[in-house]
């Protein structure tokens, strides 16, 4: 079976959040499943030189766009038994950055139809192409109305992924026509159109064969009113094709044991000590393993629950901690934890930027990891946290709650800290036990910390169940 993964971004080519991390690792998962795995990228401006100079040209081919055609190359790269092939267009993607443009909308409609005109240039025809988030939520409705009476592409499957619902790509009426030539038979309720707009997200849930998203618990909260994100009601009549398939991560690319951007590699609680001390020192902190050290990687959006942090700031600080965070997001967010640095200037340090060997180093030398999700459709800093050891602090949504088991005293179970509702004062409840058992009962806090390390959430289990979906489509096609 030949599975095509269409994405806008895939580490370590080119990464802003999850979804990079997920196309990144899921294919070479899929790989040890015995599964053929290919991935398309567009070729964005900000890939590294080298790796364009690596690059095989394969073919160029002019790209329908509504009224238009535009030029596409395709250039692949091999790389650890996978083909990744990239979509060229300089005047699409020869800018840095990869989102948040004027003409977003137009870019990745390009790009989705690119994907499908590509498909016979690849080394071998997929049997499933696996669409990631709206920027490829077109592809399934662009391959049934423009390519359903070619022979090379009818039984060719697709499944779409959300990774994250709010994002939705949704656009003016006018992209029906001017960019995807599609007709008001695809503007309906079961169909594009969102309060009178062209959802590219929703084209992806209403064509595709089958749907997943990114953890049991996000799939269920979709289908309620509170998560769906206006989209509940239209997932609920389509939920006998939605899964939910709890992410993994990379544990040789994320392994204390060999990562070469901390202090010391180390498989116990006295080697990361050791990176504890070095990340106080590193950043200025007093050197000291009896402070509990929180910490937060994360981007500074209402989502990551940033409200409740800093409504409960100067409590978790009064419990004598160091906390530190990574990370980069929304300007209120930025200016108000600009301001408490100044006023705590010995306990907390505030790094307003994005550095992978830094949020290493701070999974590694941490203590607890808060993550106080309003929502979560899986989350990868719990699962990188546990991975090093450190501690997280989570509210029961989505993915943290599939991933994070509340830690039990009496009965001796669980790994993390948890709290239900979203509530500043019932995190900081909660953040203080966990301090409490760090501080007062090192035995057990020691315990915890081997325990969260021994946890396997590597993508095996995930990949074989992505394997039956797609045996399953696959099966569907050759009874056809």
Not at 72 to 87: A, Q
Not at 106 to 113: D, G, I, L, V, Y
Not at 157 to 162: A, E, G, N, Y
Request: aromatic letters at 14%; proline letters at 4%.
């Amino acid at each position: 079976m030949h599975v095509l993964f269409a994405a806008s971004e895939c580490a370590p080519f080119i990464k802003t959040g999850g979804l990079g991390d997920v196309v990144g690792a899921l294919p070479k998962a899929l790989l040890k499943q015995g599964l053929e795995v290919s991935v398309m990228l567009p070729k964005y401006e900000d890939l590294p030189f080298s790796l364009k100079q690596e690059m095989e040209n394969v073919a160029q081919m002019k790209v329908p766009v509504g009224w238009r055609t535009q030029y596409c190359g395709i250039e692949k790269l091999e790389k650890d038994n996978i083909t990744y092939y990239f979509l060229d267009n300089e005047y699409y993607f020869k800018r840095h950055g990869s989102y948040g443009f004027f003409d977003d909308g137009e870019r990745f409609a390009f790009f989705s139809r690119a994907v499908l005109e590509a498909l016979p240039y690849l080394n071998r025809k997929p049997d499933i192409v696996h669409c990631h988030d709206w920027q490829t939520g077109l592809i399934s409705v662009l391959l049934k109305a423009h390519y359903s009476n070619h022979p090379f592409y009818t039984d060719i499957k697709t499944v779409f992924t959300i990774h994250n619902l709010r994002y939705q790509g949704v656009y003016p009426k006018a992209v029906l026509f001017d960019l995807l030539d599609l007709s008001d038979l695809y503007f309906h309720m079961n169909g594009l159109e969102f309060h009178g707009n062209v959802s590219y997200l929703k084209a992806g849930l209403a064509y595709a064969d089958l749907i997943t998203t990114v953890s049991p618990t996000y799939a269920e909260e979709i289908r309620q009113p509170y998560y769906g994100e206006q989209l509940d009601g239209f997932l609920r009549t389509r939920e006998d094709l939605l899964h939910g398939i709890v992410n993994g991560i990379d544990t040789v690319e994320y392994n204390p044991k060999i990562d070469p951007y901390i202090f010391q590699s180390y498989d116990d609680t006295e080697g990361k000590q050791a990176n504890k001390l070095r990340l106080q020192e590193k950043l200025d902190l007093a050197v000291n393993r009896t402070i509990p050290v929180i910490s937060m990687v994360t981007r500074l959006v209402e989502q990551k629950g940033i409200d409740l942090v800093l409504h409960v700031f100067r409590e978790i600080l009064g419990q004598n901690v160091q906390f530190i965070l990574l990370g980069t997001g929304e300007e209120q967010y930025e200016q108000a934890f600009r301001k408490l640095a100044d006023e705590y200037p010995e306990q907390l340090r505030v790094q307003l930027f994005f550095d992978e060997e830094l949020a290493r180093q701070i999974y590694a030398g941490s203590d607890l990891f808060l993550m106080p999700s309003q929502f979560e459709p899986c989350g990868i800093g719990q699962l990188l946290a546990l991975r090093y050891g450190t501690i997280p602090i989570v509210r029961e949504t989505g993915g943290l709650k599939d991933t994070v088991t509340a830690y039990d005293v009496l009965r001796d179970i669980g790994y993390g800290f948890t709290f239900t509702n979203y509530n500043a004062h019932d995190m900081l409840y909660v953040l203080e036990q966990a301090v409490g058992l760090f501080r007062y009962q090192p035995g057990k806090w020691k315990q915890l910390v081997e325990r969260a390390m021994s946890q396997d959430f590597s993508w095996n289990s995930s990949a074989q169940a992505y394997v039956k979906l797609y045996e399953s489509l696959v099966k569907e096609k050759t009874a056809m």
